[in-house]
């Protein structure tokens, strides 16, 4: 898993009329992510560690920063995750198709974020059918004009109080040794949640890689804030 910066990623117009469940909104005036709903408590947006984003800490100008929307993908957003993908090189490359799936299929375990209609970041995601109790995190991208926002630790947080998370305990990803942008975000993330984050290899080098790949050490976060699956 790598998360990148860059300045690709255009959202699509009709997105944030058609994908309204679990949407929430920043608001660089009070620093939040919030549900749309005035009525939901408010979810921790920054990302402590300023690493992945370089975030200096200091908060941008309520006059020039229009709201962050963060939902979930619909199949439109599909050409536009896979431009901000394509872009973001180290990134891995997937199928258009591949993309569209995680648009439609795995939606709700799926963030993307749009200010004024323009992607700005991604998140894919999915529960892993042989550990339900995780949610394991496959990309992470944030274009270059969202930098310095602590993008990647909102669209994490809103990830994990999605009704599609409910009952996971714990939260899983690969980085590679020398990624400190991600080891910066999820290690932040786990300080912000109160979580231990631990290590090991997944998938290595010259047994799962042939050699063509450094090897993807899994990152393991836990424990989740815990709610009850229905």
């Known amino acids: 898993m790598v998360i990148r910066e860059n300045d690709e990623g255009h959202g699509n117009s009709q997105a944030r009329e058609r994908a309204s469940e679990g949407e929430v909104i920043f608001d660089d005036n009070v620093n939040e992510v919030r549900p749309r709903s005035d009525s939901a408590s408010p979810i921790g947006a920054r990302d402590e ?52 799936l995680q648009c ?3 939606a709700g375990t799926c963030v993307v974020a749009e200010r004024e209609g323009r992607l700005l970041g991604w998140i894919s995601a999915y529960r892993p059918p042989s550990h339900p109790d995780r949610i394991f995190v496959w990309q992470v991208a944030v274009a270059a004009e969202a930098r310095g926002e602590g993008l990647g630790g909102r669209m994490l947080d809103a990830l994990i109080a999605r009704s599609a998370s409910r009952g996971a305990r714990e939260l899983t990803t690969t980085i590679t040794e020398a990624n400190s942008a991600s080891w910066g975000l999820f290690s932040a993330f786990a300080r912000r949640h109160g979580a231990v984050l631990t290590r090991s290899p997944r998938f290595e080098r010259d047994a799962h890689f042939a050699g063509a790949h450094d090897t993807e050490w899994q990152a393991s976060i836990a424990p989740l804030p815990f709610t009850p699956s229905n």
Do not use: H, K
């Not at 975030?55 to 100008?61: E, I």
């Not at 309520?62 to 973001?88: F, K, M, Q, Y």
């Not at 490359?93 to 591949?98: E, H």
């Open 104 to 106: 439609s299929d795995f």
């Open 49 to 100: 560690a300023g690493i992945a984003e370089g975030n200096s800490g200091t908060a941008a100008s309520p006059t020039t920063s229009p709201a962050i929307i963060l939902r979930e993908p619909i199949a439109e957003d599909g050409p536009a995750v896979s431009a901000l993908i394509a872009s973001s090189p180290p990134l891995d490359g997937n199928s258009a198709y591949c993309n569209l």
